[in-house]
């Protein structure tokens, strides 16, 4: 188990330094620019590849699991649990009479523990993404001017945005009775979304292109709260439901602008400022986060499958930053998965105690443009690929792959379509931690 525990650390290490680094936006879709930018789904790769599914999830094929999205879940943690996970995204934007474009980006996703506290209640703390903001696009206008067709130069405008949020959370979940768990995160959302748009004239020598700079820096308390019930059949089958949401709290903003003059050398770049026409930072504001409702099912016969469902609605149309209400429509998302572990407890074929995962959702996001709603559609898979115990049987390593292959947007109306393969990569460990040795 010592490589293990080396891998699992260096991991945890790099993870804990990115995140502290606030790393910059690893996407680029030009949807991330409305809202807060693309919104994390807040969940680890094992939920992820049964299509999003976790209201109604705890325990995951007898492993101890982190579920953040409800909070409940942690009531049933009954082993030291640390999860650190990285994200790989592959990109296509395609638009009516453009070339289309691919892109990639690469992070650490996350970094969460799970700490028992007693028999039927947990602690649970850490980092992971909460959205990112990353886009570049430009339009070319000819022919300015007067309108008679005099000026026949070309002026360009570029459009671009990059940063992201981070959620730092703690968290506690408990049960009550044999059936119930309840549970609630405190979470502090911070990060930096930052907007630059420029206007360049290349074709006239000396000309003064204008670049402005907009930047919002974010913080702030949210609270996350959640519970779930179990009908359960038999000692191994049991039906879940569950319910958890995300407060409509308010966090500080402030937002800052600097409007600089430059020019351009000989090849097109940009030379250093010659002048800042504006330098303001506005008064400290307040940034009004949607209510987000949740709602799951789940059905698991221990150790061999798990099916479910969840149905998410999110009150997008509330959110304002400064006071100014972002025109945003209400989201809604729907999300199916299942799980098949053929023989969990067999020591002669591997395969057979893989856990393999396919799921399916279809998300209403929050954007409309150009009287077209943005949606999303999108097919999961994945793995769970347990390692060798310890030799007391107290130790428990898990390896968890996610794929997700999707589609954003459409082609109508002049809009991009995103076609897109998100893959998850994450490490759990199930330990036995504070435990009294004794001695003959």
Not at 158 to 181: C, E, P, Q, T, V
Not at 209 to 234: H, M, P, V
Not at 354 to 375: H, P, Q, W
Request: glycine share 12%.
């Amino acid at each position: 188990m010592i490589k293990y525990t080396r891998f699992f650390l260096t991991l945890l290490f790099s993870a804990v330094i990115v995140f502290a680094a606030n790393a910059q936006s690893t996407t680029s879709s030009p949807y991330s620019r409305f809202g807060l930018g693309d919104i994390d789904p807040q969940l680890m790769p094992q939920n992820l590849g049964l299509g999003g599914i976790g209201v109604a999830t705890n325990k995951i094929s007898l492993f101890n699991n982190i579920n953040v999205i409800n909070p409940a879940s942690y009531g049933a943690i009954n082993l030291t649990v640390i999860d650190v996970g990285v994200y790989t995204n592959f990109s296509s934007l395609s638009q009516t009479g453009q070339s289309s474009q691919t892109s990639s980006n690469f992070r650490l996703s996350h970094v969460a523990f799970g700490i028992p506290v007693t028999k039927h209640s947990a602690l649970s703390f850490g980092l992971l993404p909460y959205s990112e903001r990353g886009f570049n696009y430009s339009k070319s206008v000819s022919k300015l001017g007067n309108g008679t067709g005099i000026d026949t130069n070309t002026t360009n405008y570029n459009y671009s945005g990059d940063g992201g949020l981070s959620k730092s959370y703690i968290g506690y979940g408990f049960g009550i009775g044999k059936h119930l768990l309840l549970g609630g995160n405190v979470s502090y959302i911070f990060g930096n979304l930052k907007d630059i748009s420029t206007v360049e004239t290349p074709g006239l020598a000396g000309f003064v292109n204008t670049r402005t700079e907009k930047s919002n820096a974010i913080g702030g308390l949210n609270y996350d709260y959640g519970l779930q019930y179990s009908f359960d059949f038999s000692p191994t089958k049991h039906l879940i439901l569950g319910y958890s949401a995300s407060a409509g709290s308010k966090l500080n903003t402030q937002t800052s602008y600097i409007v600089s003059q430059y020019t351009n050398d000989a090849k097109g770049n940009a030379n250093i400022a010659v002048d800042s026409v504006r330098n303001q930072t506005d008064p400290k504001g307040k940034l009004k986060l949607p209510q987000i409702n949740r709602f799951g099912v789940s059905f698991q016969d221990d150790g061999k499958f798990l099916v479910g469902a969840d149905y998410s609605m999110g009150q997008w149309s509330d959110l304002s930053i400064a006071g100014v209400n972002q025109g945003l429509e209400n989201s809604r998302t729907i999300n199916v998965g299942a799980q098949f572990t053929p023989n969990i407890a067999t020591i002669r074929n591997y395969l057979a105690t893989v856990d393999y995962r396919i799921g399916a959702l279809y998300d209403e996001t929050y954007m409309t443009i150009n009287n077209s709603r943005i949606k999303r559609y999108a097919v999961t898979a994945g793995l769970g690929l347990p390692l060798r115990t310890s030799g007391d049987n107290l130790s428990f390593y898990k390896i968890n792959i996610s794929a997700e292959i999707g589609q954003r947007g459409t082609l109508a109306n002049g809009l991009v379509k995103e076609n897109y393969v998100n893959l998850h990569l994450g490490f759990i460990l199930n330990d036995r931690w504070f435990r009294k040795y004794k001695f003959d």
